[in-house]
Structure formats: C-alpha cells, structure tokens
C-alpha cells in the first residue's frame, strides 16, 4: 500500500498549494498550516483516503493502486545498488559548524526515508520539506524534523505556543535560508524527483555551495556572485551608464534580492517629467535647455537667456520604487528627487540606492536606528521600523561581518591598507583614471605566514571594471591606480569574514585548514592588461592635440606667469592634475591648495604631489619656488577661512558635474566669501559636441541606446548635471561679476573664438576690481588631508 508524507502534497502539489494560500493567506510562509489543511480536507474524505494512525503526517488511498500501476512507478532505471549524495548538515546550535555529508540511497528506497534517519526521525512522513531555495529550476530544499504534535486546533496560536510542539532550538540559519522557523538539525540537499520522471534527480551541494547561497543573501553579494569575482566585485556607488557597468544590473539585483528573502517583488513607478523650457529653474533664474531626442524628433532644453532659446518640453524621468512583504506591508520607499534623460537609468538608479542602503544595514549589525533613518534621508528613503526589523530579523546573527576583525566586512573603504605591495614590469605610462575602465587578471590565494603555504581561492583572466566608482575592494583599486598598462603586483590583505573565503574556495577541506591556523592573509597577484579612457577623453583625443586638459593647464600657466601669483588655490582638485601639471613649469607659485571631496581622489593627489615635490627639492631645481602644499577634504560650496584671499584660484571643468543650482550657489560663494585676486572657471561648450562626437571613434563598450540616438543630444560625460551654451555661460558669469565687484572676459581652448561654434572648452577669467579685501568671518570646516612643507625636507641649517 503506497502511503503518502503530507510534506510532499504540501510543496510539491501547485493546485493545493495555492487552495490553502487562499483559504489562509499564511499559507504562504508556513508549510505547517498547509499540512494542517490538507488533513483536515482528508479527513472529511473518508471514503477516498485515510489518514495513517500510526504515521500521522500521513496520507493513503483506501482503495490501492492497480499492481501493474505500482510496478510501472517502482522500476529501477539505474544499475547501482546505491546512489550517493552529497548534502550538507546544518547544526541547530550555531556554535557548530555547519559540514558536508554524503547519504547513500538505496536503488529500491526512498531518499527521504534515509534523509529522516540522518535527522533523527522514524521515516519519511516526520519529514519537512521547504520551499525551493535559489534558483526555481532547482531541487534545493532544506529537510527538517516535523513536529512532535501538530497544532490541529488552533493555527493562529502564538510562534512561541507553536515552538514547543518541536523537538530542538530555532535553527536560525536554516531558518534564515527558508523564511520559514525551522528547529532541530536540517538537511540541505538538491535531490527529488522531477515532473514526469521516474529517475531520481540529485546535484551535489558543497561548503562552497552553501556558502555562495549565505553570500547572496546580501545586496553586495548578488553582485559578487553574478561577476563570479568574490573577493574582487563590490557593489558600484553609482550607476554611470550601461556601457561601464559590468554584471547584473541594479534593478535585477534588487529584484533577486527580494526573491531571496521571500518579499513581494519590488514595484517600480516611472514617472515622464515634462517641463515648458520657457520656465525659470529654481533657484538660477535660468531656463533648461538639453538636446536630446525622441522617437518622434528631437527635443531642446537647456540654460538660456531669451526665450528664443525655448523650443518645446524637457523630457525627463523619475522612478520610486516601494518594498512589501509577501503580506503586503510595506517595508520602504524610495523616492529620489532627481531625474534622468532615460527611463531605464532613473530604474537603475533608484534600485541602487535602495541596494546601497540595504548594504549599509546588513553589514552594520551595531548601528543604531537614528543613523539608519538619517542614511535614509540622505538617499530618499523612507522605512517602516517594525516590518525591516522583522523582515531581516535573522541577518545579524548569520553576516557577522564585524565580529572578528574591526575590519571585517570585505567591502568596507576603512580595511586595513595592503601589505608588502610590489609593483614590476616597464611603466608604459597608459594609467588609470577616473571613470577610464580597467581590464585586469587576477588570482587570490589564501596564504599562511610562517611556512608560506598557499591556497588557490579565485581568479579571473580578465576582469574589467570602472575607475573611481568603487566596483572593486578598495584595497584592490588602490593597487590599480598606482599601475601601468603591463604592470603587475602582489599584495597581502588582512582576511575578510570567512564565509566570503569559502564562497570562493574549490577545495573547502583545504581551505578550513589553513585557516584553523589564524595566521593567514589574503594574496592578490594582478596584471594590467589594459585602459579604455571614458567617451570625453577620447572625444578630445580624436580633435586636439595637445589634448584639451594640457591646453587648460597651459591656459592657466600663463595667467599664473602675468600676475605673478604667489598663492593657488583649485576647487575641484579631483586627483590633483592640475596641481601636479604646474609644478612641471617653472612660475612664481610660492603656496598651492587643492579642495575636493572625495578622500580617494585626494589620496592619489597626495601621493603624486609628495613624490614631485620632493624630487624637486631634492634635486634643487630652482624653477620651483614652492614651500608648501595642502590638500582639503571640503565641499566648495562652503566657506573656509584659511584659503581666503589667495592670488588666483581655478575650477577647471568642475561645475557641469554639480546640480545647476549648486554650480550657482558655487560662484556666489567664492567671489563674495573667498575673494581670489584672480579666478579661472572653464566648463564644456554645449555647442562643440555636435564637433567632437561627429569625429569621436566608437568602441563596443559605448552604449548601443546612445548609438542610436542623435549624437548632438550627448552631454560629454554621464555625470555631467549640465552643459551650457555660450551665451548661457556669458549670462552666468556676467551676472556674478556684476553682483560681486568683478571684472569678466571670456576666452577657451580648443578651437577659435572667431570660428562657430567657439572653443571646446570655455573659459570665465574673473578679475577683482578692488585691491582691498574685507576681513572674514573664521571658519574651517574643510580637514586637511595632507600636508608638505619644503623646511621639512631641506637638513637643519648649521650653526
């Protein structure tokens, strides 16, 4: 008589399944209420099935099968006397570590009959079986001990009533896999038998197997996991564009990332903003105008002065994206303020701050909720308290990212600097920059100090990813940046949680060894195969030559030489191009300052201006009169103090990557606050792009939506905010020389002022009409980053 476990009606049989999700909706996250109800129905079907007193959990036909019925479904295809299977058993206690295990199934048993002896249980029918866990093609399941006694009478009773109808603690990692309380010892194991076959179906589930599952629990580790590049990928800050994003996309991510944990699937809403060009911007009194195109023409919008410059609605898009439970409660809401040219970049966009945000939460167990609300903010972001805390309940206590080192979690920016660096190979001077793609090999092992003994974890024979947008470890990228095409170097890093170790290891038993040894770090060896420098780069490369930047630091050279500037400060300084440029020349410069605001540009800056600076002193050039140097971590939009009154100051195409109003608040500041003798702003002629993407070369990285599209609709990078027309930029600057008591003149580089449509780069030249500057208010916000000083380095004078 053939006899049925209820577990496998409950998972496997679709129609009742969805029957009990509609009689209760709960059914949906509790295998346990679908068992109930279909013994409930079976027992008011007296004269079809009868429920097994001895095995409760139980079901069988009254009438049995035909024998020839039953002998068609118990044939043996294969010739083995035993299948083996290699699963993986998760302890209840978490002070015990999960390991492999094999099971062997007879060729005329039952795979759950000997899944429920390993778990302690008499057969098959005190066996739970889970939902599929990963991908829905697969069998992966975790099996588990039923309850001593179901709660037939009461389905609703409290989780802690229900607890103790099981044998063993809350299982909290089977749990977590699950989304269901699992208690006791599981099973995990992909094994079952599938639609219309009689064979058994089973995979190998390995440490490996289970580790990589642990790691795409998190918004980060989806994104490792579909680069394949564990211990390398690091969920990028930004969405630039398609073309230079590499793996899955934020919107997939975020999509996974709910299927995972057992959320509804995220809903997105877009939004089509279209505004009258002839309105007035908020806050610049300027009106939009871009140039891109539609399916039906071309639309303009833009910065303008007249409404001449109006020619019909902005087409823009915004998205907000809101997270619910499988019970539809809603757990957070993003919803960004800015818009994008694209639809399908404000998705992107939007689903990567929700990402960024879950990152911040799943790898800081200890932060407190009112950092958690104040991240929020910052990324638009409202949550609901109870239901996150409910929803990721278990997160903590599986990711323990920062139980062991203070720098535990992989991805931080914080982790230690690498160790024992060593760079070889001829410089070819091809290096990386900011937003240039870099196409690298890679292996990391696993090396144990002491007896030098080596465990290969992860490599990759190319690995492409994009400068300055933090897609890689930041130990990684740093090594990167200091390197040339054909280079290659090997560094020590501390090592990372181990559950990232083993998600990447082949060989686990190894693996586990070495690491017993608590004397290990990580070793990357890294080769740079090659540097594709971004779309701007190549469009100025194809034009001008010297290229465009050369042009503007020779632009300000000269300035530098005919008013005899003792002192410069540049707003924007990024990596300190122009800085480390001006030190090539010999000029009057006694003091030089950078301002930025990301610590990882002005790390390199520092890098590179130390070195220079100390060549020179060293080698007693006396075309350097140089004394000192400091670079600032600040925002240029605020004051401070100390770079008042210099003799000039710079902001080489620095504004176009602000918002508008910024760029605007931006000018009002410096003329009015920091008051240089001399100031120099250039920003991208709109009006030369037409030029410069007529003659640009393609590669097959550039964007084949933006292939299609009209090239003059192009702004010259993805982050550019704006780009101004000539007379857009004249009005801009005009108006801050008026209302600050400056004098202004326009010029550019790259092209003739006589010749349409000007110059590629223009150039505001703002010169103080009044020799005498005000006393300021003291203010400092901005932290000096680093310091040099030219006593520092001559030896003491005699006596």
Known sequence: MVVCPVSVIAVYDAKTGNICKYINPAAEANSLLVISLVLRAAAKLTDLVLISDEQQLSIQRRYPYPPEIIASINHESSLLESIPIEVIHIPASLEKAVDSLTLNVASTGYYLDVIARELGVTDASNVLISRIIGKASSEMRIYSSAPKQLPFDDLSEPKDKQASHFEGSLN????????QEVYGDAILASVGYTWKSTDLFRE???LRSYYRMLVNKTPSGIYKISRDAILAAKLPSAFTTKSNWRGSFPRDILCTFCRVHHLSEPVFSTQSNLLDASLDLPGSRKKLKVTQSSEDGTIEAGIGTSTQDSVGPIGTFSCEVKIYSKNQELILQCSPQESHRKQTDAMQSTSLKVLSWLNIFFENPDISLEKLKLLAEKLDINFTPHSLFKEFSLCHSMHNFGSSRPHACIDNADVDEPSFIDIGGQNSGVTPSNGSLASISYSVSLFREGDCMKEHLESCEEFEFEIGNEAVLPHLETVVVQMAVGQSAYFRVELPPSEFILAAAGDSLA????????????????????VTEPLEDRMEQALFSPPLSKQRVEFAVQHIKESSAASLVDFGCGSGSLLDSLLSYPTSLEKIVGVDISQRSLAKAAKSLHSKLNALVDSKEPSSKIKSAVLYD????KFDSRLHGFDIATCLEVIEHMEEEDACLFGGIVLSSFCPRILIVSTPNYEYNVILQRNTP?????????????QSCKFRNHDHKFEWTRAQFEDWATDLATRHNYNVEFSGVGGAVDVEPGFASQIAIFRRRDD???????ADPYVPIWEWSREDR???KEP
């Open 772 to 778: 005498n500057v005000t006393n300021v208010e003291l």
């Open 698 to 710: 393609h590669g097959q990285e550039d964007d084949p939506d933006e292939k299609n599209q009209s």
């Open 634 to 637: 600040g925002s240029i939009t």
């Open 511 to 530: 693996t586990l060894s070495l690491l017993s040894s608590r004397s290990c770090k990580l070793e990357y060896s890294i080769t740079l195969l090659q």
């Open 794 to 796: 001559l030896p003491p």
């Open 172 to 179: 909290v990692r089977a749990s977590y896999f699950t989304g």
């Open 204 to 206: 190998a589930v390995s």
